[in-house]
């Protein structure tokens, strides 16, 4: 039967303190388990195989927690490396984080060196448990962070530390929290983001093999990070190339009904409805001259659920304008889109406007 030890009785046994037991199984050093309550238990024929080394030969022992520290890192990398969705590998190194420094909770956040502003893409509890993220702020209103950023260092603040950043040790004792450990994440030598690891029962004095283990972990998660990213993008992209090739089936189709009108308000109506249908857009407008014609797509039928209508509505609406010249005046399309113009857009409203042009042309020759 497999004996479980408790944090103090090991660290007894080891004649080390309970911190270090604690920090040597954060890097895997010491194997442990965790009860359900969250306590670590670690195995007494472990704590005893620990005790043979250092005692026998200390280079033996270093050795050892340097191929548990490798190991660690190899494992950490496989997790993360499996992971192309954005949101699951934030997820995931955030519980990296927490187990491997034995912090409380980690946040991960996006720094954009153009606006100098930092955007949380992320909180997490230990436990896994998300919490709500900040509201994006300027590099300024933490000075630490010009430090880590322009330093590429990772930064602990100390909330007994009296010379440390004024506004962090301000955020500490609002958050009731005792350290908090800032990792820039680096990629091409540039701060693309941050990790805040922070602690809530004791202030942090990191030893230099859980630094390695940090600056290792956050230089694959950034680039894990670009990856994510990367496959995002082409996502997005894909999807893009797909809504463009039906909005031009579309328009194909729908260029015999243009030119077989036969007076300008009527071609009005129709260009305005291929540009509400080409681009998904909540309405249109075209004009010509004095005269205009306008459109809306159909109201979104609305789901009922428990007595409520649930609805689609956006915060942002656009307005995409195109013009094409027509008999010395210039045929107008305006489409209002819920949300910014994706790739396609532009050029869609613009063969539309173009294809009503042409046929007003025609109109206007008879």
Known sequence: MTTYLSVQIAARKLGVSPHTIRRWTASGFLPCTRTPGGHRRIKQ????????????????????ARERELETLMDTS??????????????????HMTRLLDCDRCAISEYDRETQMITMLAFYERDGRRIPEWEPYPLKRFPTLKYVFGDLRMQTVNVSDRHADAAYLAYLRRSDLKSTTLVPLVSND???????????????????QELRICRSVAAQ??????????????????TGLSQVCFSMEKIATAIPRLVAHTATPGLLKEAATLACEALSASSSVASYDDQSAGAAAPRWRARRSGGLAVGLRSDTVNLLTATAPCHGRDLVVTATLQGPATDGQTQLLT?????AASALTTILRE
Do not use: F, Q, W
């Open 78 to 95: 496989l997790a993360l490396s499996r992971h192309l969705d954005l949101s699951s590998l934030i997820a995931e190194i955030a519980r």
């Open 221 to 238: 998660a950034a680039v894990a990070l670009d990856n994510a990213k990367l496959v995002a993008r082409l996502r997005r992209s894909s």
């Open 45 to 64: 024929e472990d704590v005893e195989e620990l005790l043979t080394l250092v005692k026998a030969e200390p280079a033996v022992a270093a050795r050892s």
């Open 190 to 208: 540039r701060p693309m983001g941050l990790l805040e690891l922070e602690d809530r029962s004791r202030e942090r004095r990191y030893s230099p």
């Open 351 to 355: 063969l539309v406007c173009s294809a």
